[in-house]
């Protein structure tokens, strides 16, 4: 079997970490062909990344023979469309968080992928590293004992530009589907139940949720979430507290950047590796043993929808403060 095939819709800042660096670093995956609305910027960017084909178009990029697996890293408003056309091409598709803009377009995306027969994952890239899946086996395991609270956050300051697509509201930007998606997915991942919103609240600023939180409802007990693009700094943590037990997680979203992991039972804590290859590498080879047929994916399908679902809830649900 030949190397697996990528093309890349959208020039995005995103994708060279995603995929081209730990693309490079194998002898079993291969860049192909990138695509941008603007031909000259797909061209700079093929130029800068060694990239060997620039397709006209998406249309064109997606109907390649040489692509085997189509990366969506389009502002998220695009995202339904571009992934639907591309399984109905018959690509597989990596797509990027957030999966879309609501739950009908995340129906719609996993029932293209399930009549195309093709695969389609959600890069949740943090959910293919060894620390969220020791974290998950040490929750499974019962040793926290029954889970009696739980909170997560990602907060990181993103600075206001109408240029800044995480600010434009008409292209799906906002904190939530940004960077809340995140300990809303770690919290559903771990505690392996679905959510029910009980209260949140959102700051509204330059049309869009600048900071979300969420009072979230698992079975017997509560969680927090929270997540914001105006602090300063950068701060992503995990917790979760058990009868018998606690776990601690700084910076789950990439380890490979500084984490610390904690599990606390009995009044002794103990650290917990943090190695490994980052979190891209272990998503791209989770990409590749999905298409080989050695794993079923662990994102997409029902999971995304359960996904979006919880993210619709919390923008139901919620209390909002304008601010300038």
Same mark, same amino acid.
């Given at each position: ?22 693309? $490079? ?5 291969? !860049? ?46 695009? %995202?339904?469309?571009?992934?639907? $056309? ?22 719609? @995306? ?15 890239? &943090?959910?293919? %590293?060894?620390?969220? *899946? *020791? ?105 979760? !507290? ?37 979190? &891209?590498?272990?998503?791209?080879? %989770? ?17 995304? !929808?359960?996904? @979006?679902?919880? @993210? ?13």
């Amino acid at each position: 079997m030949g190397a697996l095939r990528i093309g890349l819709l959208g020039a995005a800042r995103i994708a060279p970490g995603a995929v081209i660096v730990p693309a $490079k670093a194998r002898d079993d995956v291969a !860049v192909t062909a990138v695509a941008a609305r603007d031909r000259a910027k797909a061209q700079a960017f093929a130029a800068t990344h060694d990239i060997p084909n620039v397709a006209d178009a998406y249309d064109a990029l997606i109907r390649r023979d040489d692509v085997d697996v189509v990366y969506v890293g389009l502002p998220v408003a695009a %995202h339904a469309a571009w992934t639907i $056309k591309a399984l109905e091409a018959g690509k597989a598709v990596l797509c990027e968080k957030s999966f879309c803009l609501d739950a009908d377009e995340a129906k719609a @995306m996993v029932a293209a992928s399930e009549k195309a027969g093709r695969p389609l994952i959600e890069a949740y890239h &943090y959910r293919y %590293h060894r620390v969220i *899946r *020791r974290a998950e086996a040490i929750v499974r395991s019962g040793e926290l004992g029954k889970l009696t609270s739980a909170r997560a956050s990602f907060n990181v300051g993103i600075a206001y530009s109408p240029d800044e697509i995480r600010w434009r509201a008409d292209q799906g930007g906002g904190a939530l589907g940004d960077l809340g998606c995140y300990p809303l997915h770690a919290l559903r991942t771990l505690i392996g139940t679905e959510p029910m919103v009980l209260q949140s609240h959102i700051v509204e600023q330059h049309g869009v949720d600048a900071a979300t939180s969420a009072r979230l409802g698992f079975d017997e007990f509560e969680a927090e979430m929270t997540c914001s693009m105006i602090p300063e700094g950068r701060e992503a943590s995990l917790t979760l !507290v058990g009868e018998k037990g606690q776990m601690d997680i700084l910076n789950y979203l990439a380890p490979q950047l500084g984490c610390r992991f904690t599990v606390t039972v009995g009044g002794e804590t103990r650290d917990e590796p943090t190695d490994g290859p980052t979190t &891209y590498a272990a998503q791209l080879e %989770h990409l590749v043993d999905v298409m080989a047929g050695r794993t079923q994916a662990l994102t997409g399908g029902r999971d995304a !929808v359960r996904m @979006m679902e919880a @993210m619709d809830g919390i923008k139901a649900k919620a209390e909002r403060t304008v601010v300038g």
